[in-house]
């Protein structure tokens, strides 16, 4: 791939968003593109060749397997967004993994030390880079307070609500999510079972407050949504 396609990439990433022309060029010489497919998963590597990935186009799920071989979904990012090694130390989380949940999802991946010298050579990445992992911790925490205070039905809906504003929609007096994600997904984001994810959207269905089916979520009323 091209040095020049490489530079668009980066251009419309906000990690890159006030840097300039000439620094762009250096990043994306030291940069590699992937197009990877859904349910294929990404390795942070190790060492010097651990990874930060930049998501320029799809839809990525971050998790991780318990003791009991559950997995937990740490968090459902959608471009554009980065993950990988975030603590820059070389030593990511073996238990931890991203999957693709979209096809063709295009990422850009940078070794960590080569990510580190454009953070220390350009201040402005440096600065954006925080921003967005504050706002991946600020995510996190809020997900820790729905468990302590929410039930599963009002989990669901947060969900569906942060879904919706996300990555939503609207057609006429609908919001339109693509669902990309199961069941099993849902519920292993919310904390709860397959099947109490299928009830609880029955009854959502069933109240007149969305539709599904396997390719898309229709949600009615969209000031409830939002």
């Known amino acids: 791939m091209t040095n020049e396609i490489k530079y668009v990439y980066l251009k419309n990433h906000p990690l890159f968003a006030n840097v300039s022309e000439q620094k ?16 294929e998963t990404l390795s942070y590597g190790d060492g010097e060749f651990s990874k930060v990935y930049l998501l320029i186009q799809g839809k990525v799920k971050i998790a991780e397997f318990n003791d009991n071989s559950n997995e937990l979904i740490k968090d459902i990012i959608t471009a554009p967004d980065i993950f990988g090694d975030l603590s820059l130390e070389g030593h990511p989380s073996a238990d931890e993994y991203a999957e693709a949940l979209t096809a063709n999802t295009l990422l850009c991946a940078f070794n ?15 600065i954006a880079y925080a921003n967005m992992v504050n706002k991946k911790l600020n995510r996190l925490e809020n997900r820790h307070a729905d468990l302590v205070f929410r039930d599963t039905k009002a989990r669901l809906i947060r969900f569906i609500k942060n879904w919706a504003q996300t990555d939503g929609n609207k057609m006429g007096d609908k919001i ?37 089916n396997r390719k898309k979520i229709e949600l009615n009323n969209p000031v409830y949504w939002n």
């Open 176 to 212: 339109i999510l693509n669902n990309y994600l199961t069941h099993t997904d849902i519920a292993n984001v919310i904390a709860t079972s397959r099947q109490s994810v299928n009830v609880l959207l029955n009854e959502l269905r069933d109240a007149g407050m969305l539709f599904y």
């Open 112 to 126: 960590v030390p080569d990510f580190k010298k454009l953070m220390q050579e350009n201040p402005m990445i440096a």
């Open 24 to 39: 762009i060029s250096e990043a994306a010489e030291v940069m590699k593109v992937r197009t990877v497919y859904r349910g």
